[in-house]
């Protein structure tokens, strides 16, 4: 798949080809998900990442969005992914269930597994990666599996009382939509984001957006990150 698609050109370099779906997964509990791995058709183009950082509830997704539909992107949420899995009734659900349950991180080989499927099942070659990586095993299991670096790298910084207060009116039915698992992942959050932030910020990749304000307001701060990549 990764056709290239006539309005991608300065976003993508043709000249090095992916390394997806090259490395095996060995996590042994999770290991039928790496078996399900098929050899794909080499992709022409070398896809263009993004990485969407931001606490819980900080408005990765509606800003996922919004530069969806003004800049063609595919957006890819890990959370999104993980849940399919529980609803798909797969052998893991249960496992993932429980894990989103208590605020906690499900094991990176599963959701760099997800990502990679739904990347090469994907005829777009430029893709929002909403919610990873949550930590530093998140980001060293991508950059293994995937054999890639973002390109890009968003962080929607937003108080946390504010993320409570978005989270709880989210009203999507969502089992850690409640005070309990809030403050769990919050604390998550906090131990296990800031190495990715700071591993980030020492590139010139890390674009940090105050995310308190109207979604428009914030969007404004988002738009020549990407219009600019278009020039
Ligand atoms: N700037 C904003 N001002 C007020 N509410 C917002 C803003 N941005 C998003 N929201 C609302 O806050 C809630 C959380 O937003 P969103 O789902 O985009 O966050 P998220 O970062 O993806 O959260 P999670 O990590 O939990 O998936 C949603 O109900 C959304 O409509
Ligand atoms: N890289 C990730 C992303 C998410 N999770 C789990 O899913 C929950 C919901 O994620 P959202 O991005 O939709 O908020 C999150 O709290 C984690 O339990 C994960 O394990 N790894
Ligand atoms: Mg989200």
């Known amino acids: 798949m990764w056709r290239r698609v006539a309005s991608l050109s300065p976003l993508v370099s043709r000249s090095k080809p992916s390394k997806l779906s090259q490395e095996a997964c060995t996590f042994k509990v999770w290991e039928s998900f790496s078996s399900e791995s098929h050899i794909p058709t080499p992709p022409k183009v070398t896809p263009f990442i993004t990485f969407v950082l931001g606490g819980p509830g900080s408005g990765k997704g509606t800003q996922c969005a919004k530069i969806v539909e003004e800049f063609g992107f595919t957006h890819i949420s890990a959370g999104d992914l993980l849940r399919r899995e529980i609803a798909s009734n797969s052998a893991y659900g249960s496992v993932i269930l429980s894990t989103i349950r208590e605020g906690k991180i499900v094991p990176s080989q599963v959701t760099v597994q997800l990502i990679r499927k739904e990347m090469e099942s994907s005829d777009n070659d430029k893709f929002l990666i909403d919610g990873f990586p949550r930590s530093e095993e998140n980001r060293e299991a991508f950059e293994q599996i995937i054999g890639r670096e973002p390109n890009v ?79």
């Open 153 to 231: 790298v968003l962080f929607f910084d937003c108080p946390e009382q504010e993320m409570v207060k978005r989270v709880l009116n989210r009203n999507q039915g969502r089992v850690d939509d409640n005070i309990d698992t809030i403050k769990k992942r919050l604390e998550i959050f906090d131990e296990l984001n800031w190495p990715v932030i700071n591993h980030y910020s020492k590139t010139r990749k890390l674009h940090k957006i105050n995310a308190v304000g109207t979604v428009d307001d914030i969007f404004e701060k988002v738009r020549p990150i990407f219009a600019a990549l278009s020039k």
